[in-house]
């Protein structure tokens, strides 16, 4: 069976094709950033009216690189939210348009169940159960992941996103949208010692995380300088934000190992491409007592941040196990808030 998925939530178009026999085809992207950098941050309907530019050249470019024909599609995968509006239904109309002209079935997937599963996708995935930590520039949430469509929350951020977090506090060093990669490189040429922030929630016993406070310690110690910080002093903020987030995204990530026991974690969204968080996740897995240890899986690098492939691959797993949700019955029906507890099979 060979699903076409198509992305466009936010600022990017992600078109792909997957086949359940021979696994990923092919896949084409196109990142909005250019365009929205001069804005500090996305602006709707750029992006809306990008997507509608974008669309149709990424799907020949895909089924070019995949080698297939239109008709050789047996379903179309799109992602139905949560995301803005304008951009869902972008990818919604395309769904709608070549199924009706295909004949084929339509199937609506939840872009964190993308993210989620995008793991899966890589040489060497997990098998279930695992636990999940989503880290993107809207969510920050561990899960307990049993089977396709099987998610319990087990934690989530009272404010900010770590992917916001990163994206905020590098704004306020100067750093362009999105600043998350920005930074990081940014700290690794900064010195540990200078700035302590503090590492919110580290010591709460439950699995939430607060970022909006590590953002303001940002802002309170970027003004303390007095005179315009040198390359030097923004790459120390730098790492004393980076050191304090990942402190606490790793520790939240061993308490969920052990409290529910499982032994294998999975990394997904924009920061899970973050090096500082793979280099300590990896150290905290390998850990000296034995009873700690876990394994680690990250989606492929390409795959972390929104792109076509983890909705394909999404649409594919949902097809196999529960074939009763895809229909032909092409209205628009985009969901731009929609919490992932709802997708939960009974
Ligand atoms: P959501 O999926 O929650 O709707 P989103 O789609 O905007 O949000 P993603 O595309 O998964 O999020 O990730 C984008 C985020 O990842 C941005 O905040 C970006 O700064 C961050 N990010 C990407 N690469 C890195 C990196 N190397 N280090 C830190 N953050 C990063
Ligand atoms: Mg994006
Ligand atoms: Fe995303």
């Given at each position: 069976?060979?699903?076409?998925?198509?992305e466009s939530s936010c600022d990017e178009t992600g078109i792909a094709l997957f086949d359940t026999e021979r696994g990923l085809l092919s896949h084409a992207l196109h990142s909005q950033i250019a365009m929205h950098q001069e804005y500090g941050g996305v602006v709707p309907e750029l992006a809306s009216r990008d997507h509608v530019r974008r669309a149709i050249p990424l799907l020949t470019e895909a089924l070019e690189k995949a080698q297939i024909a239109k008709h050789q599609i047996d379903a179309i995968a799109y992602t139905q939210g949560p995301g803005l509006a304008g951009a869902l239904l972008v990818g919604a109309s395309v769904a709608c348009g070549l199924g009706m002209a295909l004949d084929?079935?339509?199937?609506?997937?939840?872009?964190?169940?993308?993210?989620?599963?995008?793991?899966?996708?890589?040489?060497?995935?997990?098998?279930?159960?695992?636990?999940?930590?989503?880290?993107?520039?809207?969510?920050?949430?561990?899960?307990?992941?049993?089977?396709?469509?099987?998610?319990?929350?087990?934690?989530?951020?009272?404010?900010?996103?770590?992917?916001?977090?990163?994206?905020?506090?590098?704004?306020?060093?100067?750093?362009?949208?999105?600043?998350?990669?920005?930074?990081?490189?940014?700290?690794?040429?900064?010195?540990?010692?200078?700035?302590?922030?503090?590492?919110?929630?580290?010591?709460?016993?439950?699995?939430?995380?607060?970022?909006?406070?590590?953002?303001?310690?940002?802002?309170?110690?970027?003004?303390?300088?007095?005179?315009?910080?040198?390359?030097?002093?923004?790459?120390?903020?730098?790492?004393?934000?980076?050191?304090?987030?990942?402190?606490?995204?790793?520790?939240?990530?061993?308490?969920?190992?052990?409290?529910?026991?499982?032994?294998?974690?999975?990394?997904?969204?924009?920061?899970?491409?973050?090096?500082?968080?793979?280099?300590?996740?990896?150290?905290?897995?390998?850990?000296?007592?034995?009873?700690?240890?876990?394994?680690?899986?990250?989606?492929?690098?390409?795959?972390?941040?929104?792109?076509?492939?983890?909705?394909?691959?999404?649409?594919?797993?949902?097809?196999?196990?529960?074939?009763?949700?895809?229909?032909?019955?092409?209205?628009?029906?985009?969901?731009?808030?929609?919490?992932?507890?709802?997708?939960?099979?009974?």
């Amino acid at each position: 069976m060979i699903v076409l998925g198509i992305e466009s939530s936010c600022d990017e178009t992600g078109i792909a094709l997957f086949d359940t026999e021979r696994g990923l085809l092919s896949h084409a992207l196109h990142s909005q950033i250019a365009m929205h950098q001069e804005y500090g941050g996305v602006v709707p309907e750029l992006a809306s009216r990008d997507h509608v530019r974008r669309a149709i050249p990424l799907l020949t470019e895909a089924l070019e690189k995949a080698q297939i024909a239109k008709h050789q599609i047996d379903a179309i995968a799109y992602t139905q939210g949560p995301g803005l509006a304008g951009a869902l239904l972008v990818g919604a109309s395309v769904a709608c348009g070549l199924g009706m002209a295909l004949d084929k079935p339509l199937i609506g997937i939840h872009h964190l169940e993308g993210h989620l599963l995008s793991p899966l996708l890589a040489s060497e995935p997990p098998s279930f159960p695992f636990i999940a930590l989503l880290v993107s520039g809207g969510h920050t949430q561990l899960m307990r992941v049993d089977a396709v469509g099987q998610y319990e929350l087990l934690g989530e951020t009272l404010d900010d996103a770590a992917g916001e977090a990163f994206d905020k506090s590098a704004k306020l060093l100067g750093l362009a949208y999105p600043g998350g990669p920005a930074i990081s490189q940014l700290a690794s040429l900064g010195d540990p010692d200078v700035h302590q922030f503090p590492r919110p929630m580290l010591h709460s016993k439950d699995l939430n995380f607060s970022f909006s406070g590590l953002k303001t310690a940002v802002l309170t110690a970027v003004r303390k300088y007095p005179n315009a910080l040198s390359e030097q002093d923004k790459a120390n903020v730098a790492r004393g934000f980076v050191d304090a987030i990942i402190d606490v995204l790793v520790a939240k990530c061993q308490t969920a190992m052990k409290q529910t026991g499982l032994k294998r974690l999975v990394i997904a969204g924009g920061v899970g491409a973050n090096r500082q968080l793979r280099a300590s996740l990896n150290a905290a897995a390998n850990a000296a007592n034995p009873k700690k240890r876990f394994e680690v899986f990250y989606p492929e690098l390409e795959f972390c941040t929104d792109n076509g492939a983890m909705i394909a691959f999404a649409g594919a797993m949902r097809l196999l196990a529960y074939p009763e949700q895809a229909d032909k019955n092409y209205s628009f029906n985009v969901r731009p808030r929609w919490p992932l507890h709802e997708l939960v099979q009974a």
